[in-house]
């Protein structure tokens, strides 16, 4: 008996045996790492299953903290950077809670907001920035998801720059 090879079988990857690439462990480690060199500000505790959450020595201090209330993700701070993997996009973006401030985070929040053209503050979350979104590919590995981390954080460093100058 003579057994042929199925080609078109043989040729497809193998998914269920090979480990998917997880994004978002290797952003914590980028984190780590960042934290480990002062640029940002990070704690494991903040992020979540959907997002890496850090924030900046330079935002943190343009917009002060609060001293009466926590914001809803437990923290004296009330902005997050957010690192997210959504739809295949690779991303970064930042989000300030714009509820129960003190007075002098309002004034920091509409500041930025008026730097950024944003108009008012919103009742809940607001968006005041978004990074390039990379598509994720399959032949990503974990240099090439750290690089882009590197070439977000760019961005980053541009926007603070230009809100620390205005």
């Known amino acids: ?8 079988y043989s040729a497809r990857q193998n998914k269920g045996n090979e480990k998917e690439l997880d ?10 790492t960042r ?6 500000c990070y704690d494991e505790v903040n992020s979540q299953r959907r997002y890496v959450r850090f ?3 330079t935002l943190n201090s343009l917009i002060p ?5 926590l914001s809803p993700w437990k923290t004296k701070n009330f902005y997050f950077y957010e690192i997210t993997n959504y739809k295949g996009e690779f991303f970064v973006q930042l989000y300030f809670y714009c509820q129960n401030l003190t007075k002098e985070m309002k004034d920091a929040f509409v500041r930025l907001s008026d730097i ?5 503050l919103a009742k809940g979350y607001k968006l005041y920035f978004k ?7 399959d032949d990503d590995t974990k240099e090439v998801v750290s690089s882009q981390l590197d ?9 603070e720059t230009n809100a620390s100058e205005k």
């Open 116 to 120: 950024c053209g944003l108009g008012d």
């Open 55 to 57: 924030t900046t020595p």
């Open 65 to 69: 903290e609060s001293t009466e209330k």
């Open 23 to 32: 994004r978002l462990e290797i952003a914590k480690e980028w984190c780590e």
């Open 1 to 8: 008996m003579i057994i042929e090879e199925d080609f078109v």
């Open 151 to 159: 070439s977000i954080f760019e961005e980053i460093r541009a926007f």
């Open 35 to 40: 934290r480990a060199a002062g640029s940002i």
């Open 131 to 137: 990074s390039t979104a990379f598509q994720n590919n």
